[in-house]
């Protein structure tokens, strides 16, 4: 399996989807220290908004692209058959290849955390809020749940459908307070009432991205208190197992 993974993240390092999104941290990071130092109106608040915004977005389309394609590309170019005959079991195949773009995403997460800490120590003296590293851990178990449902739903739809699907939940989940608070303030009746209750109801039973997504909080709070941090990454995990579990059974019960 760590062999498979090792393979996969060497693979990854090769092309040039990752270094393009690592590059582009080199141009956007910068541009967002000139416009938060151009700012007269909490200039760190509007550098970590703009840095954080940018790998929760980058990371969220990376880690819902290679997921979604995973399965399929593996399957055009038979080398899902090859590691199979290599008596590799199929969940092996699941586990080493999703392992592998883990450290892959880990790695540009990281880049682009201390791009952005060192942007804050040239700009301000300081390595940044404690939170800082918070959210980037947060959204970084998010990816891994994000990266677990676009493979599981790749098992189903052709990988552009899968991708798009994934980013579509992933949207939605993001937005159950906003539902929740749209719901109460328009007091809908019969059956837009109904639709939307029905719909709250249904996300109680999905992954909480919102849980995960703490950016709104840097620059205001110094942390996140311990016990929450290590509840909402064991929920996280927790996720994450379940769908690489479903995707396991579903590959198991494929004819290849």
Known sequence: ???LAFFKFKLLMKQKLGWAAISAAFILIPFSLFLAISSFVRPDKIYWDLTTSFSFIISILLASYLGSHLFYEEQQRKTLSFVLTLKNSRAEWIYGKLLGITFFLALTILCWTLLMILGSYLYAGNFGPAILWQAQLLMFIEVLVILATSLFFSFFLRPLLAWALTLALMTVLHSKSYLELLVTEARYQDTTKWLYKGMLFVMNFL?????????MFVGFRESI??????TVISVGF????II????????????L
């Open 225 to 230: 208190d311990l016990k929450q941090m290590l």
């Open 244 to 255: 690489i579990f479903l995707s396991k059974n579903k590959m198991e019960k494929m004819d």
């Open 1 to 3: 399996m760590m062999k």
């Open 207 to 215: 992954p909480p991205l919102e849980w995960w997504d703490i950016r």
């Open 238 to 241: 927790a996720w994450s197992f």
